[in-house]
């Protein structure tokens, strides 16, 4: 009973240890994963920090020429056609993809609170900038399924 | 082939796994603490008296009066005429009714980090306990003597019929929660007659079976906060505000038949939370598609499945709990198995919460802020304004995921460490102080291992 300190000096003796290890660790991560980044195969103009209006929901013209290789989501049936589409970005790069349906339909990105009107037929251009990182759905509002994921990687 | 939803029913963001160099820096900092934990282990129990002393009794009483007991069992009894009533009334929206965040947000994650801080508040704010109070109150003013309790509650039958109440709940969450096929998830009309369900129910055992003795064995919140709250350092003791040691609480805590099995079933569920979107998710997805093809219909099979997983999933927890003490046992001058569990239970909770922080920080973090901006202004999400808050969104910049990670990790680690010396404290008492205490601590240390490795496996693969 009368040596009660000695407990706890070493309960916070490993604490600080954990703690030390911890600071060691958060150094570690500013140099380790910097020099090394994971590919991001969306956006090639990563550094662009874009300036662009965070909603954007123009319908699309015919084609892109620009940018040849926007990811596209198509839905037939109400479904997305190949699953899931999984998409990638880095935080502060412009997310954009491309959503054709069948149907007429409202798709909504979680988190981001972005929603984009989509017709029938036309190719909807959705884009806006990955503020925060998570992961995120992309569904349809009026059934809910879920089209895709939006990866935005810190 | 049918895409098996793995959507939240709430919560617009999940958390990125952790990468593979903070999972091994995870690792070697869980070793590294656990061989710096034996070398400067202590001699002598430190834990099993608690030390508890009486504050000044002014400051006691300006917490706990006659005012604060019954103000906080009407705001208890209000938030939960509002959870019934937002949710039969209000949207079909999981995330714009105040019911369903209320629930699952706000009171099952928000009341555990009061309870670290501040002890058993929940007894304060129980509803059902307040409503208890007040009509045995009545009862006593017009018949003139306390009410009677009809049926005793045995003393062997312990917490168990809370853990099953909490399995329930953990089910309702989980897989009843998961939307799809058809099933909106965590419905809020569901919520709020599940919450009727549950009143009535609880109200009848407390009826039957005594209030004080129901809300310590049969009340699942009681039971599941008040296993968190053994943690601070704060205890209201015959009505009065005192102090103990932080950790000491717990060393009582496991005497009760069906402790073990409600700290196993918090790992248990929390372990499938996060397991069933990363580490199994390719099993669970073979066994719905399996179940589909053999003519389930989709929703059925996917809570079938769920069921399964989720039973599976408690099930090797448990699995691994009595292995590490069976191995335990063989360290001679040991107590039976089954003893030592009663023995050791309470080491785990602060595994328990360690999980619970692990894959539940952000989630109350960001839905939290839903709870205070736009639900308390808007609770049935038609539209309203109480409060002038019903347009603030979440703000999801509040902390990033390196932050998120860290305190992930961080959890974990901790909740190890803690786990370790309250275990060695509890060896000590039962073997004395010996060799056989670090022996019988060896395996000890290999199980918390286990559990704490398995932790950041499952944060690494995605939650």
């Known amino acids: 009973m009368q040596s009660r300190p000695i407990g706890v000096g070493i309960a916070i003796a490993a604490v600080i240890a954990a703690a030390v290890l911890f600071v060691v660790l958060r150094e570690d991560e500013g140099t380790d994963p910097e020099p090394a980044p994971q590919a991001t195969e969306q956006t090639t103009t990563g550094e662009q920090t874009t300036t662009e209006p965070a909603d954007a929901d123009q319908p699309a013209e015919p084609d892109e020429p620009r940018r040849p290789s926007l990811p596209t989501i198509v839905v037939r049936n109400g479904e997305p056609v190949g699953g899931v589409a999984e998409l990638e970005v880095r935080r502060g790069d412009p997310v954009r993809f491309i959503v054709r349906s069948d149907v007429d339909e409202e798709i909504h990105v979680h988190g981001f609170d972005v929603y984009a009107d989509v017709e029938a037929g036309a190719r909807t251009r959705v884009e806006f900038p990955a503020e925060f990182d998570g992961i995120f759905e992309v569904e349809m509002h009026g059934s809910g399924t879920e089209i895709a994921r939006i990866t935005v990687q810190p | 082939m049918i895409a098996l939803p793995l959507a939240h029913a709430l919560g617009a963001r999940e958390d990125l796994p952790i990468p593979d160099w903070l999972f091994a820096w995870g690792a070697a900092v869980v070793l590294i603490v656990s061989f710096v934990a034996f070398s400067l282990a202590w001699h002598r129990a430190r834990l099993e008296s608690d030390g508890w002393r009486p504050v000044a009794p002014s400051l006691s009483r300006i917490v706990v009066n006659p005012v604060t007991e019954v103000l906080a069992g009407l705001v208890g009894v209000f938030l939960l005429g509002v959870v019934v009533w937002s949710g039969l009334n209000g949207t079909d929206d999981p995330t714009r009714n105040f019911a369903v965040t209320f629930v699952f947000v706000t009171v099952w994650l928000g009341m555990v980090a009061l309870s670290l801080v501040f002890g058993d508040v929940f007894r304060a704010f129980n509803p059902w306990r307040a409503i208890a109070r007040a009509s045995g109150g009545v009862f006593r003013l017009v018949a003139g003597q306390p009410a009677p309790t009809p049926l005793t509650l045995p003393d062997r039958v312990g917490r168990w019929p809370a853990v099953v109440a909490l399995a329930g709940f953990v089910w309702f969450y989980l897989v009843y929660g998961q939307a799809g096929f058809g099933a909106a998830g965590l419905d809020p009309h569901a919520v709020a007659v599940a919450t009727l369900v549950y009143t009535a129910y609880t109200l009848a055992g407390m009826a039957l079976f005594g209030v004080d003795r129901w809300l310590e064995r049969g009340e699942m919140l009681s039971a599941y906060f008040g296993m968190f709250a053994r943690i601070a350092p704060v205890e209201v003791r015959d009505g009065r505000l005192g102090l103990r040691r932080p950790l000491s609480g717990l060393s009582g805590w496991a005497v009760m038949p069906g402790s073990v099995a409600l700290v196993l079933l918090a790992i248990g569920a929390t372990t499938f939370d996060g397991a069933r979107e990363g580490a199994i998710q390719g099993q669970i997805t073979s066994v719905f598609d399996w179940m589909v093809d053999g003519g389930v219909g989709p929703l059925s099979a996917l809570r079938l499945t769920n069921t399964l997983f989720l039973v599976a999933v408690i099930a090797f927890v448990a699995g691994l709990f009595w292995a590490g ?121 290999a199980l918390m291992v286990g559990f704490t490795s398995l932790g950041l496996f499952l944060l690494s693969q995605g939650n």
């Open chain 2, 325 to 445: 003490l069976a191995g335990m046992h063989s360290v001679e001058g040991s107590p039976p198995t089954k003893r030592l569990g009663r023995l050791f239970a309470h080491a785990f909770v602060p595994i328990a919460l360690g999980y619970l922080v692990a894959h539940y920080f952000s989630f109350l973090i960001f839905q939290g802020q839903a709870q205070f901006t736009y639900l308390l202004s808007d609770p049935l999400g038609d539209g309203s304004d109480l409060l002038g808050t019903a347009s603030a969104g979440i703000d999801y910049t509040l902390i990033g995921t390196h932050g998120i990670w860290y305190v992930m990790v961080g959890s974990l680690v901790a909740g190890h460490v803690v786990a370790l010396a309250v275990a060695h404290d509890r060896a000590i008492d039962v073997y004395g102080d010996s060799q056989l205490a670090a022996r019988s601590q060896y395996w000890m240390l």
